[in-house]
C-alpha cells in the first residue's frame, strides 16, 4: 500500500500552457483550442490535473535536431506579419500571426514533459498544440508545424543516448516521425489504411532500431481488439528494442465518434492502453515516459481518454510486468504478427 505522500509523487503530472488557445484563435477548425483550454478545464474541475509543470521554448538548435534550418527559417518568413490565417506553402496546414510562438512552445512542453519525467520516473502529459508527428525534416503538414514527440525523443538521446521508443496510437500514421526514425529512435504506430496521409503500410529494422507499422481497417475494429493489439505490440516491441524513454504520440481521434478520424473504439479504451504502456516503461525504461497530444477532435472523447490516462498512473496500475494480452479475432492477429515478424 503506498503512503499518501508518494501517491501524491507519482500523480500523472501535465505540462501545459496558456498560449496554446493562441494558434488559430477565431478561426473554423478542427484544431481548435478548445482542444486544450476546455479539456485542461475540465481536468482540473475533476481534480485530474492537480499536478501541473511549466512549459518552454524550444530552441533553433533542438528544433534542427528533427527539421531543416531551411525549413524553419521558412515557418518564420511566412508566419511573419501575418494579419489573416493562411495555408503554409509546404502543405495542408494553417496557420496564423501566433503560430510559429505557440508552436515553438509546444515542442517546447513536450521537452519539458521528457525533462520531468527524465527526473521523476514518472509519466508527464504533455497537453499541447498544434499537434506534430506529420511534421517532416522540410515540411508541415495535417496541422502539424513542428513534429513535438521527435523532437523530444532527439533531445532525450542528445542528453542520454541510448534508445527512445515513440508510441503512436493517432487514427492516422505519423509519417513525420517514421521519416526521422533511426539513431536510436524506433517507431511502432497503429493507424487507420486507408487514411490520411497514405503512408504506414510496411514495417522494417534500421540497424538496431525499429519501425513497426500495423495498418488497420479503416472501417474501424472492436474496443476489445485495439487494446489486445497494443497489450501484444509493447511487450514484443520492448523486448527486441530495450529502450531506455518512452515517448507517446497520443492522439485520440481513433475515439468513436471523432469528426476527423474514427476507428469505432471507446474512448474509455486509453486506460488500458495507458497500463500496457506504464508497464513497459516501468520493465525497461525505469518508468521514463512522456505522453503528447497529438490528433483527437471530439472534446468530450479527448477529455474521457486524458482522464483515463490519469486514472490508471495515479492508481499505480501497469506499475509491474505487462498482463498477459486478451484474445483478438485472427485477421488482427495476422496484421499484428506480420508487423512483428521484422524484429
Not at 501524491?8 to 481548435?32: A, C, M, N, Q, W
Not at 512549459?55 to 528544433?63: K, T, V
Not at 513542428?146 to 508510441?167: E, I, K, T
Not at 509491474?320 to 485477421?331: F, I, M, W, Y
Request: charged share 20%; with cysteine.
Amino acid at each position: 500500500m503506498r503512503h499518501a505522500a508518494q501517491e501524491e509523487e507519482d500523480r500523472l503530472k501535465f505540462v501545459t500552457d496558456s498560449s496554446y488557445g493562441d494558434h488559430l484563435r477565431g478561426i473554423g477548425h478542427p484544431e481548435s483550442p478548445e482542444r486544450v483550454e476546455t479539456v485542461a478545464s475540465r481536468l482540473r474541475a475533476n481534480a485530474a490535473m492537480e499536478a501541473e509543470l511549466p512549459a518552454r521554448d524550444a530552441s533553433d538548435e533542438e528544433l534542427e535536431r528533427v527539421h531543416s534550418a531551411g525549413y524553419l527559417e521558412l515557418v518564420k518568413r511566412e508566419t511573419s506579419e501575418l494579419r489573416h490565417a493562411r495555408y503554409l506553402s509546404t502543405g495542408d496546414v494553417v496557420v496564423g500571426e501566433r503560430s510559429l510562438a505557440v508552436a515553438r512552445r509546444a515542442a517546447g512542453g513536450a521537452l519539458a514533459a521528457v525533462e520531468a519525467t527524465v527526473e521523476t520516473g514518472v509519466p508527464v502529459f504533455a497537453l499541447v498544440r498544434p499537434p506534430g508527428h506529420h511534421a517532416g525534416r522540410d515540411r508541415g503538414m495535417g496541422f502539424c508545424l513542428f513534429n513535438n514527440a521527435a523532437v523530444a525523443a532527439r533531445a532525450y538521446l542528445a542528453s542520454f543516448g541510448g534508445r527512445v521508443l515513440v508510441v503512436d496510437f493517432d487514427y492516422h500514421h505519423g509519417n513525420g516521425t517514421e521519416a526521422v526514425a533511426g539513431g536510436g529512435l524506433s517507431y511502432v504506430s497503429t493507424h487507420a489504411s486507408p487514411a490520411y496521409p497514405g503512408t504506414g503500410a510496411r514495417s522494417y529494422r534500421i540497424g538496431d532500431d525499429a519501425v513497426v507499422n500495423v495498418p488497420l481497417p479503416a472501417g474501424g475494429v472492436s474496443t476489445e481488439a485495439f487494446v489486445a493489439i497494443w497489450e501484444i505490440l509493447l511487450p514484443s516491441i520492448a523486448r527486441a528494442i530495450l529502450p531506455d524513454a518512452i515517448v507517446v504520440s497520443a492522439g485520440f481521434d481513433f475515439a468513436a465518434g471523432d469528426p476527423v478520424g474514427d476507428l469505432g473504439v471507446d474512448a474509455t479504451a486509453a486506460a488500458p492502453i495507458a497500463a500496457a504502456i506504464n508497464a513497459v516503461a516501468a520493465e525497461f525504461a525505469g518508468g521514463r515516459t512522456a505522453y503528447v497530444l497529438e490528433g483527437g477532435y471530439d472534446v468530450d472523447a479527448l477529455t474521457t481518454s486524458i482522464a483515463a490516462i490519469a486514472t490508471v498512473t495515479d492508481a499505480g496500475s501497469g506499475d509491474g510486468r505487462p498482463a498477459e494480452p486478451r484474445a483478438v479475432e485472427p485477421g488482427v492477429r495476422a496484421i499484428v504478427d506480420r508487423a512483428l515478424t521484422i524484429l
